[in-house]
Structures are given as C-alpha cells and as structure tokens.
C-alpha cells in the first residue's frame, strides 16, 4: 500500500511539474498565442526579375516560406523595411492591389506582409513607420504577398517574410535611411 501511495504522490508531482512548464512556456514571448509560422512551402522557379532595387530573385528548386499570417500588431509593431518601387516597369511587378495603379519613387507608400494587409482591410491607411529616430506617415497601398511568388506577377522573387513593410524610396529617404542597405529593423503603428 505504501509503495502504491508513492508512486500515486510521484505521478502527481510530475503530472504538476509537466503542467507547470507548459503553463510557464506559453507565457514566453513567441510561444503560444501570436505565433506565426510557415503554412507551406513554395518551390522556386527563376525568370525575369528586374533588379532595379537589388531584389532577392527566385532559384530554381529552392523551397521558399510562405505565412498566411503576420505578428499581431501592437502600438509599436517590429517589422522590416525593405525597399521597393511601385512604378510600372520597375522591381514592385504589377499595379498596387489597393487601387490598381502604379506609384511614383516620390510618394511615401508601402505595401504590408499578408497578414498585416489583412485582405485589403488597411488600403488607404496612413501608418506611422519609425526607425533611425526619425518618423514618416505612408499610404498602403499594396500586399507584399507572403504566399505567392517566383513568378512574372512578382518579379519572380519569392514570397515576402511575415514581418514586412515594403516601402518605396521617399519613405526611405524621409526617414533618412540609406537605400542601399536594402533591410532596416523598424516600428510601425496605425493613427
């Protein structure tokens, strides 16, 4: 009876123990709740990418994320600013989703991760993009497609990241970024 009695108590500790870490590893910021992973993969097929911007092209046989989700957003979201042209001929493919046209290098507009494009629900928004301690409001106006690409529509680059803020040169240069790094840690938030 004895022995039955501690092992019952040593199953129950254990039992407490596994509760307990599981409880505390979905307190763990990028555990559990507002997580985002991959929803697949997208096998990759080179083409004709313009460069204009020094895009990442598609290979040929490369496996490439895709996320039907974003990080959720916050009052000051983390993202990553990448450069993009949304002029007609240039390295943004098609016209931007949200009103089926091309923009100028001039105009402060971006194009959001999947996610965060939320199904065209923020076209037409003005978000607020800090970094480098300078501030600029910007328009979105397009998806970066975190599911499709490698091919003509997307400039044959790959499918962006989950975290993307794509934006054009005179948000890059409004916050007084240089071009050519290409990638930028940066906050965004909606006003």
């Not at 040593?10 to 870490?21: E, G, N, Q, T």
């Not at 996610?115 to 629900?121: K, P, R």
């Amino acid at each position: 009876m004895a022995a039955a009695g501690a092992v019952s108590a040593m199953a129950l500790f254990f039992l407490f123990m596994l509760s307990a870490s599981q409880m505390v590893s979905s307190l763990r910021p990028g555990v559990g709740l507002g997580t985002c992973h991959a929803s697949g993969y997208l096998p990759g097929r080179s083409g004709n990418c313009e460069k204009s911007n020094d895009p990442d092209c598609c290979e040929d046989g490369k496996k490439y994320p895709q996320y039907r989700c974003s990080p959720p957003v916050t009052a000051s979201t983390k993202a990553v600013l990448t450069l993009n042209s949304f002029e007609k001929g240039k390295d943004g493919g098609g016209p931007s989703e949200c009103d089926n046209a091309y923009h100028s290098d001039e105009e402060k507009v971006v194009a959001l991760s999947t996610g965060w494009f939320s199904n065209m629900a923020r076209c037409g928004h003005q978000i607020k993009i800090s970094a480098n301690g300078n501030s600029v409001y910007a328009k979105v106006v397009d998806e970066c497609d975190s599911v499709h690409g490698c091919d003509n529509e997307h400039n044959f680059e790959p499918p962006c990241d989950n975290n993307i803020v794509d934006a054009s040169p005179a948000v890059w240069n409004a916050l007084g970024l240089d071009q050519n790094l290409g990638m930028v840690d940066i906050t965004w938030s909606e006003e």
